[in-house]
């Protein structure tokens, strides 16, 4: 989608949210290509009628060039001309919206926390949507607030626009060196080639590298963080390896080199911060991690309803866990554990709970693996990326006799998006 039809979206989201017809919309929006069934699923989950407009139009923005020119198409099928015609000036001609288009607009009451009706009537201040600006009743032009919706709260949405959107590193540690008490990792080249298919199909340069010491994983990433990233728009990095937990301040776990020398998860991301690679800053940085986070096995606990059967086959079953160790000093120096900036634009998903075991099957590769890879194949460009790890959870916690939770730890500043070829 062009940046000016971006901005028309955006600047025409306050009309739209107080009149977009949705309901008369799903169906012509799933004929015509732009959303998904499931996807519209996800839309419509989102709330009331304003809430599903809003988010309706943010999610326009990720489905391609022809998404603008079919949605008005739409509008006009459905009726709604005059928002139609908006968006189409506004896409036109950048500068603004013609006033006496919003002249007819009826002001959206927008309740504060704390107020409560009383026969119909709200208590305290109110403020009023006027297109894009907010006035509080009662106080004059002179007087009143900023604009409430062109705040940071604004709904934002990080920009995939490349091809490639950027690299995808996956570190994948199958052979470990005799004596560092580490088992072959069966079932991980499975794994990686389900990956390496996954991300290139998801527009990213994929970069595979196999069975690496502690320190050539280090040097790899570094690698990766001194290249430029200024024309890409993400980042991601993907370890396939033996896993256990850590000392650490910011992100738990740690995984294992071939050697058998860990490195802290937070050391791995801490590479890819504002800090160490400027590049990259305000850009989404994913990192996703198949390693134990320790030696614990979880066999779940009842529940009232009825469990999922036991589909986990038996004798294939095998964990990436090893013992807690205190990372050694000639691996993991002091900047693992050193004061570091916040970081942002950085989501960290772990194939299971800190603690716990992570289960990995010779045929099929590991569960946490196996799901995602599933899962982006049939919604990658759907829902944004925190929905698709809850469904990754969701559908890996049903698993097996032994119980299995991945989770992430996430600090985007904005929803995110997959492009898909």
Partial sequence: MEEAQRRALRRARPRAVAELRVEPLWGLLEERGLFTRPMIEDLQSAGSRADQARQLLIDLETRGKQAFPLFLSILRDTEQCSLADVLLEASEH?????????????????????????????QGDRYFFFGGGVMQQGVSPGEQSPPLSHGPCAPQVYELRGDPCGYCLILNNVTFRQGSGLST?????????????????LCFQVLTRRDLTAQEIVLELQELARQDHSALDCCVVVILS?????????????????????????????????????SLRGKPKLFFIQACGGEER????????DSPPD???????????????????????????????????????????????????????????????????????????????????????????????????????????????
């Avoid at 079932?187 to 991300?199: A, M, P």
């Avoid at 740690?254 to 020398?261: E, H, N, S, V």
């Avoid at 979880?298 to 309803?305: I, L, Q, S, Y």
Wanted: charged residues 20%; proline residues 8%.
């Fill in 185 to 201: 990792r069966v079932g991980s080249d499975v794994d990686c080639q389900k990956l390496q298919k996954r991300f290139q199909a």
């Fill in 311 to 421: 589909n986990a086959p038996g004798g294939s079953l095998e964990s990436d866990a090893t013992p807690f160790q205190a990372p050694p000093g000639n691996v993991d120096e002091l900047d693992a554990v050193a004061s570091l900036p916040t970081p942002s634009d950085i989501l960290v998903s772990y194939s299971t709970f800190p603690g716990f075991v992570s289960w990995r099957e010779a045929l099929s590769g590991s569960w946490y693996v196996e799901t995602l890879d599933s899962v982006l194949e049939q919604y990658a460009s759907a829902p944004q990326l925190l929905s698709l790890s809850s469904q990754v959870a969701h559908i890996v916690s049903a698993k097996g006799t032994f119980k299995q939770i991945p989770g992430c730890f996430n600090f985007l500043r904005k929803k995110f998006f997959f492009m898909s070829k």
């Fill in 298 to 305: 979880d066999r779940g606990f009842v529940v009232d309803c």
């Fill in 94 to 122: 950048p500068s603004a919206v013609a006033p006496s288009q919003l002249q007819h607009l009826k002001p959206l009451q927008l309740e504060l926390p704390g107020e409560k009706h009383k026969k119909g009537k709200c």
């Fill in 242 to 278: 033996h896993g256990c937990q850590t000392s650490h301040i910011q992100f738990p776990g740690g995984i294992y080199g071939t050697d058998g020398k860990p490195i802290p998860i937070e050391k791995i991301v801490n590479y890819f911060n504002g800090s160490q690679c400027p």
